[in-house]
């Protein structure tokens, strides 16, 4: 399974940012898919996930109300809209394919990560 993010980049605080990632439609498209996070020194965080469907989400508390996670099955892609940027968000941000069809965090395969940076 091959992954690639993209749309990470550098933006002001209450800005915005859509990161996508490509999967391969064979692999991906009866999987859960997820966002993680990860600063310098500390643990891959849980951001957002979406079921096989793109019906059911889920969000961590830091980004819930203000990231929004989708899919296009048919594209085999998954879109992060992250709205109301702060510094805190400054991560490099990683998808990924999960092994089940509703997100489990078992996760099958990883992206090469996009870097976000969101300055004050």
């Known amino acids: 399974v091959q992954l690639q993010a993209c749309g990470g980049g550098l933006v002001e605080a209450g800005g915005s940012l859509r990161l996508s990632c490509s999967a391969s439609?064979?692999?991906?498209?009866?999987?859960?898919m997820a966002w993680f996070r990860q600063t310098p020194g500390k643990e891959r965080e849980f951001v957002a996930a979406?079921?096989?469907?793109?019906?059911?989400?889920s969000y961590s508390d830091a980004v819930k109300g203000r990231f929004t996670i989708s899919r296009d099955r048919g594209a085999g892609t998954v879109y992060l809209q992250m709205n109301s940027l702060k510094p805190e968000d400054t991560a490099v941000y990683y998808c990924?394919?999960?092994?089940?069809?509703?997100?489990?965090?078992?996760?099958?395969?990883w992206g090469q990560g996009t870097e976000v940076t969101v300055s004050s």
């Open positions: 979406v079921d096989w469907s793109g019906g059911r989400t």
């Open positions: 439609r064979r692999t991906s498209s009866n999987n859960g």
């Open positions: 990924a394919v999960d092994r089940r069809a509703v997100y489990s965090g078992s996760v099958q395969a």
